[in-house]
């Protein structure tokens, strides 16, 4: 799928629609994702900040998607786990920007070689217009070749 399509897809998708979450850019080699959320009624919490739960969710498919685009169809990728660091309250607009390096695929091809398992640490911060860190998340994504199974085709 073009990152173009996958882009327009994803800004139709319902969760990201309800929560006013927009992709803004899929680089035409998925490796750099800019996405941003204007603070809305739908995603407001008690306190008149962004919910937790949509900055998450504005941060949550991006590393596995760009790492599934950036290696052969022999291997598996999908979210491990996650965490978040809220630092300050959002207001207004919010943004992120995620990048996989090269560095980052020779890692992941390098410890995936003999067949293990490899989760790979990614870094984003949510930031503000003033570029005021909101939220850190770490996202650690699950990586392995895929293995071979009689009479399967290569």
Do not use: C
């Not at 073009?2 to 680089?27: C, D, E, Y």
């Amino acid at each position: 799928m073009s990152a173009r399509l996958l882009r327009f897809g994803m800004n139709l998708w319902p969760p990201f629609v309800g929560a006013g979450i927009r992709v803004r850019h899929i680089a035409p080699d998925y490796r750099e994702v800019r996405v941003e959320m204007a603070l809305g009624l739908t995603n407001r919490n008690y306190f008149g900040t962004h919910f937790g739960g949509s900055l998450f969710a504005m941060t949550d498919p991006f590393f596995a998607l760009m790492v599934v685009h950036n290696l052969p169809r022999e291997y598996l990728v999908w979210d491990k786990s996650a965490a978040i660091d809220f630092q300050a309250p959002g207001r207004g607009r919010v943004r992120a920007h995620f990048v996989l390096t090269q560095q980052d695929i020779d890692t992941i091809v390098r410890m995936t070689a003999g067949g293990d398992k490899h989760l790979h640490l990614f870094r984003v911060d949510v930031v503000d217009r003033e570029s005021l860190v909101v939220a850190r998340v770490e996202k650690i994504v699950y990586i392995r070749r895929k293995k071979a199974t009689a009479g399967a085709e290569r």
